[in-house]
């Protein structure tokens, strides 16, 4: 797959439940940088991300990636096959081990890495073989975050990542989120907490 070399909104509208939510929402982000979605609870933050990712529709504007191999796509199934997301809910399946809910992430998205050391690099090297259901919150936000390793998108929409973690997950997410972006990808992360990385600060506010 290419690489996302800019993530550009233009004019983005919301509405939901009948409601507005926020209007005329434009911003880019490049290849290598990392923005943080700013604002009070309701203003839509979490939506944004959702309509970024192909999860929810706009009422209006547009979501363009622009790609190094010299073409845009805009159309949201496509656009989401290049997203890794992690939001509120983690997508861990309970019943399954740390380990195979690793290698069920693996399976699904091709992954070349060892799940084993994305695992230990996580913090959950002592876990594997514990049923996800029996993690703390703070564990399955790791598990969250091995997902996004092995995922290997451009581009990281993460609503709200530090949630749950301790002082030693947070700065683990905020090294992940910065490797990444090192690496050449994007990340665009809804957040109330500083990050502790060079990051462009986009607020929305209520509208």
């Known amino acids: 797959m290419a690489d996302i070399t800019l993530v550009e909104v233009q004019n983005l509208t919301c509405e939901r439940a009948g409601r507005r939510v926020f ?45 190094n191999a010299g073409y845009s796509v805009t159309d949201s199934d496509e656009r989401a096959r290049m997203v890794g997301w992690m939001g509120h809910t983690d997508g861990v399946k309970a019943q399954l081990t740390v380990l195979e809910n690793a290698e069920f992430f693996a399976a699904l998205y091709g992954a070349r890495i060892s799940v084993a050391g994305v ?20 564990q399955r936000r790791r598990l969250s975050l091995a997902r996004l390793i092995l995922g290997n998108r451009p581009l ?11 002082a030693a997950g947070r700065r683990l997410a905020a090294e992940l989120i910065g490797d990444h ?11 109330h907490e500083t990050l502790g990385l060079d990051a462009t600060r986009f607020f929305i506010g209520q509208q």
């Open 156 to 166: 990281w929409l993460l609503d709200e990542p530090l949630s749950s973690l301790d």
């Open 181 to 191: 972006c090192d690496d050449g990808g994007i990340a665009i992360v809804a957040t």
């Open 119 to 138: 695992l230990d690099h996580v913090g959950l090297k002592r876990m594997t073989a514990i049923p996800a259901q029996y993690l703390s919150a703070g």
């Open 23 to 67: 209007r005329n929402l434009g911003f880019a982000v490049a290849s290598g940088q990392v923005m943080t979605l700013e604002g009070p609870n309701g203003a839509g933050k979490s939506s944004a991300l959702r309509i970024l990712a192909g999860l929810l529709p706009a009422a209006g504007g547009e979501v363009r990636f622009q790609m």
